[in-house]
């Protein structure tokens, strides 16, 4: 069942446009991984599937998802890091897309919050502070965030920039737990590795672009190739 | 000493210094907190500047009510600085900056020019770091920042959430479908409220001491965004108390007094902070 579909979408910003003749499809189900040096658009892509900037010309539809319903991992940024709140509160924050002008959360929510937790493997952290917490686990704190924003997608940029090797698998290991149980993955990465490991399909952007399934990928000579020996 | 302040406080106009001091302490800390979070603490400082601007015109203009041309010009200006602190030719910290010196550079110019007053000096430095005034309100002034008060804590309480999201995570929220353009003008607009409420009591060059002091002290201590939030209203709260009973009893300017102790609590929190590190 397709999720998300893109139909010879330009993108770009103030009228320029970075790529273009776009077309993919993403299925309720699959993981995708999109690829691409800096400055290909990767971002804009991002912006542009989460309905934040408009396609300059095509169009990108959803069926049976929202764009707000879409759970969004974006990159730390600087004032994050120490920045003074419980992992509790963070994790809580996921459910502002749902609450509108309400003003707290309801106690289903805060259940579930504390479930999405349990699910990335950090369960007893709740009252922990954020800032304390290494990379890897504010980043999983994050993640759990987003679980909170969606049931169905996730959409995650550079999710394991400036993790250690350790954090970095541990970061792949959930991310591919949570597509197992269903979940639809949209991931940015620049690292091809990852990508072939655990991928169902493979977009690249920049001068050729490519979409097709992981081993058709393999196969293609686009982008870079992981060396045979690894 | 108790019995002076006892007598002291007979007098309804110290018990109203000490309503207002104490409300306008427990707002501009709350507001604070985001605003040392979101990298703001200058916009605290250029809007206090554009409310001295605006204090020299109405002076200018010998107007009986301040408020009504004071306000507006803060709120109009807030809004504006928000703006091009986003996407502009001018980044952020240098419009702020522009605007901040211009406006006190034409408050002073307006003043010297056309003031009737006999003490020119006297009033500007009272404008500047707080004069008598807090000490000198009428009852309709204390209703007003009583209203407007109430109005920032309800505001407050009713966003809290929202201002948490904004503060922490803009993409996100964004992402979210969360109007951070409305959150973010609420906040500029409730910052410009305070900052006008507080020029009676400390100020406008001493406005910023007080939206950030408190929370940079509740900083040190506290780990989770409510816990900072609560402490930060404490602290305010305790020291602006402290400061204006102190300055009574002392004669010194009431201002001056409330900012020297928050300083002061500050370093206490720093202190408090390090020690629970090293335990």
Sequence with gaps: MPQIICENASLGYEGRPIVKDLNFTVNAGDYLCILGENGSGKSTLMKT???????????IRMEGLKPTEIGYLPQQTQVQRDFPAS????????????????????REEKALADRNLERIGMEGF??????????????????????????????????????????????????????????????????????????????????RIFFGTREEYLHSGVGFQPRKED | MLNTLLTYLSYPFVRYALIVGVLIALCSSLLGVTLVLKRFSFIGDGLSHVAFGAMAIAA?????????????????????LLRTGQNSKIKGDAAIAMISVGALAFGYLLMSMFSTSANLSGDVCGALFGSTSILTLTKTEVWLCLILSAAVLLLFTLFYHRIFDVTFDENFSRAAGTHVEAANLMIAVITAVII????????????????????????????????????????????????????????????????????????????????????
Excluded at chain 1, 49 to 59: D, F, H, Y
Excluded at chain 1, 87 to 106: A, N
Excluded at chain 2, 64 to 80: E, F, G, K, S
């Design chain 1, 49 to 59: 599937i989460l309905n934040l900037t408009p396609p300059l010309a095509g169009s």
């Design chain 1, 126 to 207: 709740a009252k922990r502070s954020y800032r304390e917490l290494s990379g890897g686990q504010q980043q999983r704190v994050l993640l759990a965030r987003a679980l909170c924003a969606t049931q169905k997608c996730l959409l995650l940029d550079e999710p394991v920039s400036g993790l250690d090797p350790k954090a970095t698998a541990q970061m792949y290991e959930i991310i591919s737990g949570l597509h197992r149980e269903g979940i639809t993955v949209i991931m940015i990465s620049h690292d091809l590795s990852a990508a072939l490991d655990d991928a169902t399909h493979v977009l690249h952007i920049g001068e």
């Design chain 2, 196 to 279: 006008v409420l507080a020029m009676n009591l400390v100020g406008s060059l001493l406005i910023s001491a007080l939206i950030i002091f408190p929370a940079l002290s509740a900083m040190r201590i506290f780990r989770s965004f409510l816990s900072v939030t609560l402490c930060a209203a404490v602290v305010s709260v305790t020291c602006a108390f402290l400061g204006i009973i102190i300055s009574i009893l002392a004669g010194t300017p009431v201002g001056s007094t409330v900012v020297a102790v928050d300083v002061a609590a500050f370093a206490l929190c720093a202190l408090i902070g390090d020690m629970r590190y090293k335990i």
């Design chain 2, 60 to 80: 200018v203009l010998n107007m009986t009510n301040r408020m009504l041309i004071v306000l507006p010009i803060t709120v109009v200006c807030a809004v504006l």
């Design chain 1, 87 to 106: 992992v509790q509160e963070i994790v809580r924050s996921g459910f502002q897309g749902r609450c509108g002008l309400r003003p707290f959360y309801t």
